[in-house]
């Protein structure tokens, strides 16, 4: 009789709110397509038990685990070592354990470029505007500079974090880098934001928009037209309204569901050496979302 082996390698999730988070769907659904014993297990950490519960990983044996709000800054002081872009970055969005060390890495900037690529978009020398300048902007804006984009403008609500990423940018990759303060989205009553009309790509990374918020950022929607590549990193819903009025302009665009995809498949490989069955996990993650 075959020895039976009842122990399942253990990944996760931790956040602070974290009940909404999908991403078990997609992950499960990759173990699952390749018959591996894995269990994700989505956790609610609180801020000031991040350092405890970064320990107990490795007590448990776990393989690693995924960071998502509020600690993908924070949980940097825990760890044993971080990647250079994570560190370019400033957050990590995974964590993986190899020889009883933890190593922290961002996925969600390659997981974009990644999605980028699968659509035959070049990046060297495009003219890049990003919406946003939090976590998700900062992984985005610092790949797409060390993929070489020539500019990269910040379009943000709060002027600190907007201008710190721009002046980020420009210091440490070639890529010129302009903040834009983003009057009306603070003063809605104001008429939307231009978008530069030299725009190749337009990267929406602001919350707006995002499940149950049926709204769009403030824009001037008549500025994003052809030829400019609109992409919404928001995942859910996946046709957000942005998508939706930038398709209407006749814009070729771009969903957050596949960058989701393919950070989740990043981490996979991570941790378990195996290239992720992203084809299954994608559908997966469609089905959850009712597309
Ligand atoms: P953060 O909280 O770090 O940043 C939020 C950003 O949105 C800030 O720039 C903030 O501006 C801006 N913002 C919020 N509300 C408004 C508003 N009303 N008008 C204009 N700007 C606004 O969040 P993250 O960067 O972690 O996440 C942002 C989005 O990216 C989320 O929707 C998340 O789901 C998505 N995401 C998608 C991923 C994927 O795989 N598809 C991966 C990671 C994130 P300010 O600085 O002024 O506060």
């Known amino acids: 009789m075959p020895e ?15 009940d909404e988070n999908p991403t078990v769907i997609t992950m499960e ?33 776990f393989k690693g685990t995924h960071l998502t709000v509020p600690h993908k800054v924070s949980v940097i002081p825990f760890l044993d070592h971080i990647s250079e872009e994570a560190g370019l970055i400033g957050a ?8 009883g060390e933890t190593f922290g890495v961002n996925t969600d ?5 990644q999605s980028l690529e699968e659509d035959k978009i070049l ?4 003219r890049i505007t990003i919406l946003g300048a939090g976590g998700a902007a900062r992984a985005v804006a610092v790949e797409l500079a060390l993929k070489k984009a020539s500019r990269i403008t910040i379009i943000n609500r709060s002027r600190e974090r907007g201008k710190e990423l721009a002046e980020h940018i420009s210091s440490i990759t070639k890529a010129v880098s302009e903040f834009v303060l983003w009057e009306s989205a603070v003063d ?21 928009g995002l499940y149950p918020d049926p709204a769009c950022p403030n ?52 941790w378990t050496g195996l290239d992720a069955p992203v ?9 959850e979302f009712g597309v």
Not at 4 to 18: A, C, D, M, T
Not at 92 to 99: E, F, G, H, L, S
């Open 219 to 270: 824009i001037d929607y008549s500025t994003v037209r052809p030829p400019m590549l609109v992409c919404d990193i928001v995942p859910n819903p996946p046709e957000t309204l942005f998508i939706r009025k930038a398709r209407a302009n006749g814009c070729r665009t771009l969903t957050g569901l596949p960058m989701l995809v393919n950070q989740a498949g990043i981490s996979f490989k991570f």
């Open 29 to 61: 659904a990759g173990f699952k397509s390749l018959g591996l014993d894995y269990r994700y297990c989505t956790m609610e950490v609180k801020p000031e038990n991040l350092k405890t519960a970064v320990a107990a990983l490795k007590a448990l044996g």
């Open 92 to 99: 990590v969005n995974t964590v993986y354990i190899k020889d």
């Open 123 to 126: 990046i060297e020398g495009k």
């Open 188 to 208: 809605t009553s104001l008429n939307g934001c231009p978008i530069p009309a030299d725009t190749d790509i337009l990267v929406q990374t602001t919350s707006v």
């Open 4 to 18: 039976k082996n009842y122990r399942s390698e253990l990944v996760g999730l931790f956040g602070y709110p974290v």
């Open 109 to 113: 900037g390659k997981g974009f470029i």
């Open 279 to 287: 084809e299954a996990m994608r559908e997966a993650t469609m089905r």
